[in-house]
């Protein structure tokens, strides 16, 4: 049903106007006590044995929506309800800003692909936190809260631009993310080399640890799969040296390996990030790089063209204790978290191990005792 109307509404849409509209749709509903109590059972993962611990949280399941879809945190119970068991909100910046001109978000459909340059369109810091604390959640789920750069402050004082966000919004997050890898902030993703990451999240870490006193708010890095293998060793190195909590890869690539012919070399070459579908063998490649270095260390999030359950089971095997989708939610629909959990609990039931967490970098550990 999704996939017919996809192809005969959203389709003919400009990407970012049918996103609006489906995000306007998910708010609506979960705005009516029936239905959205109705959607979140059918939706909901419910199996006992998906049940999951990490970053010292306790969720109903290990997949998760990953950050961009929900900006500004508007429609947090909305996406719990159609079954993402963690919500990644954010990016935010220090400041509110338009982001890039349109038209700035492009379907690779045969490629089952996006390419987007945002550029961080978002409220900015103090009015997502304000959001955040007036809430009255329907649902019980994990919100993450996704930090960046204002594009305006210069790269000299974006630890300040970071710090004023954790400052605003670590008392709502149930964990932080630093976000130092989207392609479309110029210079974002040089903070990801060791001598400017390691002030930066410092930095954070200790804005957190002020702002926060009742709890130690986790902290997770996000990551660029255009890292050379050896930067990727040296963040994994960073993030055990500095106790970091976890490691989230990987963000959009601003490569253009793996894409069919079939998009058009027009939409092929629009700059910005490029995922879905092309971007799942460098990310899965980059976790298992990662879980390989820190074990079991860290906690590590799979993110990076999971379309579906066979994905999202790759990725725990490779490492990963939660996965996220965003992509392949625009081409599969409503249902696509539903399946994914669903399919999880199938290949965990069938598989040797007796918990998800067993399961967690099994594969990985095999390559590596062979
Ligand atoms: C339109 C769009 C906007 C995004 N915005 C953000 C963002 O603000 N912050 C961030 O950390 N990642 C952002 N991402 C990256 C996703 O969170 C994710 O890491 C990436 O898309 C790979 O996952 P996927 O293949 O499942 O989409 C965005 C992705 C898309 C497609």
Do not use: C
Request: proline fraction near 5%; charged fraction near 25%.
């Amino acid at each position: 049903m999704y996939k017919l109307f996809f192809r005969l509404v959203f389709k003919r849409m400009d990407p970012e106007r049918a996103h609006e509209a489906a995000f306007r749709w998910i708010r609506l509903a979960a705005r009516v006590p029936v239905l959205r109590t109705y959607v979140a059972a059918a939706l909901a993962p419910r199996h006992e044995e998906l049940r999951t611990e990490a970053l010292g949280l306790r969720m109903h399941g290990p997949f998760g929506l990953a950050a961009g879809f929900d900006k500004n945190a508007v429609a947090i119970d909305g996406m719990a309800m159609l079954g993402f068991d963690h919500i990644e909100i954010g990016t935010v910046t220090g400041e509110p800003q338009p982001g890039n001109p349109r038209k700035r978000l492009f379907r690779l459909v045969a490629d089952r692909a996006l390419i987007n340059r945002m550029g961080f369109n978002n409220e900015g810091s103090a009015a997502v936190a304000a959001r955040l604390a007036a809430r009255n959640p329907v649902f019980r789920t994990t919100v993450g809260v996704n930090i960046g750069k204002t594009k305006v402050v210069p790269e000299a004082e974006a630890a300040a631009d970071y710090v004023k966000s954790t400052e605003r919004l670590a008392a709502h997050a149930d964990y932080l993310v630093v976000n130092v890898s989207s392609p479309n902030t110029p210079g974002l993703r040089n903070l990801q080399a060791t001598e400017s990451l390691r002030p930066l999240l410092t930095a954070v870490r200790e804005a957190a640890d002020r702002t926060v006193t009742a709890r130690r708010v986790p902290l997770l890095v996000k990551i660029a799969p255009d890292l050379a293998d050896e930067d990727v060793d040296a963040v994994a190195d960073l993030a055990v040296e500095l106790g970091l909590d976890g490691i989230i890869a990987t963000n959009t690539t601003i490569a253009r390996e793996g894409l069919g012919l079939t998009s058009g070399p027009e939409l092929v070459g629009e700059t910005g990030g490029l995922s879905g579908a092309p971007l799942k063998a460098r990310s899965l490649e980059v976790l298992s790089r990662l879980y390989a270095r820190v074990g079991d260390r860290i906690t590590l999030v799979g993110v990076g063209g999971v379309e579906n359950a066979e994905d999202a089971w790759q990725r725990i095997l490779a490492g990963a204790t939660l996965v996220q989708g965003y992509s392949a939610f625009i081409y599969e629909g409503p249902f696509y978290a539903r399946a994914i959990h669903k399919g999880l609990a199938a290949r965990l039931a069938a598989s040797p191990y007796a918990t998800l967490a067993e399961a967690v970098g099994a594969e990985t550990r095999k390559k590596a005792a062979q």
